[in-house]
């Protein structure tokens, strides 16, 4: 079945340093979504890609997708304490309906 | 409603007995997705809804557990005869439709503990 990998699992910054994680399909992927969950809480949608080569920015919030569509980045520039939590990555496959989620990339900013 | 709403949000409940986790999803999603998340893990899926019929119920663990969905809305995961490895939390989401296009909006969660 699908598989979404997800590095690194953990990334502790400074505050004001850049982070990134990224993911990987073992299949082409539909779509991508990305999800932030913070400490106690529950996911949170953030933004979808679909199309090849895809680049969108949320303020300090960069998303990418690869032109192949089976791998995906988020940028974070100049962290910030309110960045802290995990940020998960879900790929859309030819189901199109459900997203196969990565393990997540646990964001920790020392202020 | 303005979320999706789960209940209850803990649950402590002894091995062998049965359990039954609802999820309220926003009114008029017709999509509804039910997670497990084991601690520091990733999300696991369980079963997928559209309208009241499941289409999707490989992610299902085990016959130990069920999902039913009434009046394409609220949803109830049963659980059977429940084993220590259980114990994790449940997560419901639902979406506009299922699809390329619609982000999931999560409720708070289930944290089921098994003793």
């Known amino acids: 079945g699908q598989q979404v990998m997800q590095i690194p699992q953990y990334q502790h910054v400074q505050e004001g340093e850049d982070f990134t994680t990224y993911c990987n399909s073992s299949t082409t992927l539909s779509n991508i979504q990305w999800y932030k969950q913070r400490p106690g809480g529950h996911p949170v949608f953030l933004i979808q890609?679909?199309?090849?080569?895809e680049v969108k920015k949320q303020k300090r919030l960069t998303f990418q997708f690869g032109e192949a569509k089976k791998n995906s980045s988020l940028h974070i520039t100049a962290t910030q304490t309110t960045d802290v939590g995990t940020y998960f990555c879900a790929g859309g496959g030819g189901s199109n309906y459900k997203l196969t989620f990565g393990k997540g990339t646990l964001l920790t900013v020392n202020p | 409603g303005a979320g999706v709403s789960q209940s209850p949000s803990n649950k402590v409940t002894e091995k062998g007995k049965d359990v039954e986790l609802r999820c309220d999803p926003i009114?008029?999603?017709?999509?509804l997705y039910w997670y497990r998340q084991s601690l520091g893990q990733g999300l696991e899926f369980l079963i997928y809804?559209?309208?009241?019929?499941?289409?999707?119920k490989s992610g299902l663990p085990s016959d130990r557990f069920s999902a039913e969905r009434t009046g394409g809305s609220v949803s109830t995961l049963t659980i059977q005869r429940t084993q220590q490895e259980d114990s994790a939390v449940y997560l419901c989401?639902?979406?506009?439709?299922?699809?390329?296009?619609?982000?999931?909006?999560f409720g708070s969660g289930t944290r089921l503990t098994v003793v």
């Open positions: 890609l679909v199309k090849s080569g």
């Open positions: 009114s008029g999603h017709t999509a």
């Open positions: 989401a639902s979406s506009p439709r299922a699809g390329v296009g619609y982000g999931y909006t």
């Open positions: 809804f559209q309208g009241n019929s499941a289409p999707d």
